[in-house]
């Protein structure tokens, strides 16, 4: 990271002491009442820490999976000059589906897919009124190597492994016998795996479904699970959607040389739709029982930080 002589905390609570900065070169905005007024960055450096320690099974009704309101979809990827870092690869397309990964305290991982060390990270669908919210499809509790999956997204059978499709049509509904499932074929457990179907037309059983695989990860795959991000199905969206996307950060991966990136892909955004979004430095938890935390700092910035959103 660069220059970290000049990072400041900017406490909100106890929890977010450790992942907010303030870079204090120019003075603070004070408001009317006394209180000093946040950038956008740091208001989004706050959120994202208060989703990911926010460990609710769904949003208040069942019917509403837990990662519509609370964790980090994020998103690795790598410098293309063929097309906006936010539009989809032709892989993707063609297969109709996009690999996030979702990020919560209660299920930790080390490192993105692929070792990517930057990428972009989306609002919660809850908090992004306004905006387009491509449809969350399913939820592979490890990596599933949904590159090789051809069907539904990316959500259908690994060639070759029958029954590695969705979860419920192979009887499988929580955390415990998608489990067993996994570990019967342990010569190719990650092609083996089903995913749990999460998508809206589930209604009531989205949300349990969406929280057993996250128990999965939890309650069984233990240092593996750190070791592996989990990867979510997002239904893949048309080319030049970049201002109204659910967009809500810029990341580079702590200690990596991913900042280069994202300063190029902050710049890119604001030129093609005018907006501008946070460059966030992400910290994945340093051991399986640590914490990830997200900074804002002034510094990694391409373009000037606008106020927070009301």
Known sequence: MDNLKRLVLFSFTAVMASCVSVDHTAPPVIQQDGSVQENLGEQVARHLTTRYNDTRANCDTPSQPSFLCNGVMIRGTASNPTYHVWENSKESKEKGGVSFAYLRSDTDFRNLPLNYTNGFIFKSYKHAEGKFRPE?????????????????????????????????????TTAAQWWSRYNSHPSSRYAYQCGFDVRDARNELAGPAFAASVEARRNYLGAEGYGLNNELIIKAWADNLGGTLPLEAFFYVYGTGGLT???????????????????????????????????????????????AEP
Request: glycine share 10%.
């Open 136 to 172: 969350v499809l399913c939820s592979f509790p490890v990596d599933a190597w949904t590159a090789y999956r051809p069907s539904d997204g990316g959500c259908g059978e690994y060639p070759g492994y029958a029954g590695s499709g969705l979860c419920h049509l192979n009887g499988v």
């Open 261 to 307: 990136d994202a300063r190029r892909n902050q710049t890119d955004l604001k030129n093609i739709n005018g907006i501008v979004i946070p460059i966030i430095s992400v910290r994945f938890a340093p051991t399986q029982t640590g914490v990830a935390t997200f900074y804002y700092i002034a510094s990694d910035q391409a373009e000037t930080m606008p106020p």
